[in-house]
């Protein structure tokens, strides 16, 4: 099953090679709190659930960044794993990060999975925008 849908999607290999690219994009975006990188690579429909279950638009997490209440100290991503379909790609992997939440330092280890679509950039080309995320507790 996995051949055939792989054998349907033009490119996989450079589709996979580019939402890892993404993903590394993002990560850097939230370490440096580069919000207009962020704004660029989420997408305006954004589903972003927090591995503790709270819920966020793009508006609302890209408020959280920007009014310092969430602050990235220090994020890395390992064990992804891209698996492009028909019109979109899903990323998995494993999170830790050290962040301040309303200013009280925390860390955070969970496993993951983003949804990357591809969407019309600045000059027509198309870039990879984060549609959702997924994040569950992970103790191992």
């Known amino acids: 099953m996995a051949n055939a849908m ?3 999607v033009p490119n996989a290999q450079r589709t996979a090679e580019a939402v ?3 993903e590394q994009s993002r990560r850097l975006a939230l370490l440096a709190g580069d919000l207009e990188r962020l704004d660029a690579l989420l997408s305006p429909q954004l589903v972003y659930i927090h591995s503790s279950g709270g819920q966020d638009s793009k508006a609302s997490y890209l ?3 920007r009014s310092g209440s969430l602050k990235y100290l ?3 991503f390992d064990a992804l794993t891209a ?3 028909a019109y979109c790609c899903i990323v998995t992997g ?3 990060a050290d962040v301040t939440r309303q200013g009280q330092p925390m860390t ?3 496993l ?3 949804v990357w679509a591809p969407a019309a950039g600045t000059l027509g080309e198309p870039v990879w925008q984060l549609q959702a995320y997924q994040g569950t507790p992970w103790t191992g």
């Open 6 to 8: 792989q054998a349907m």
């Open 20 to 22: 890892l690219q993404a």
């Open 63 to 65: 408020e959280h960044m």
């Open 74 to 76: 220090s994020l890395s």
């Open 83 to 85: 698996h492009p379909g």
């Open 94 to 96: 494993r999170m830790t």
């Open 108 to 110: 955070i280890r969970s």
């Open 112 to 114: 993951f999975m983003t």
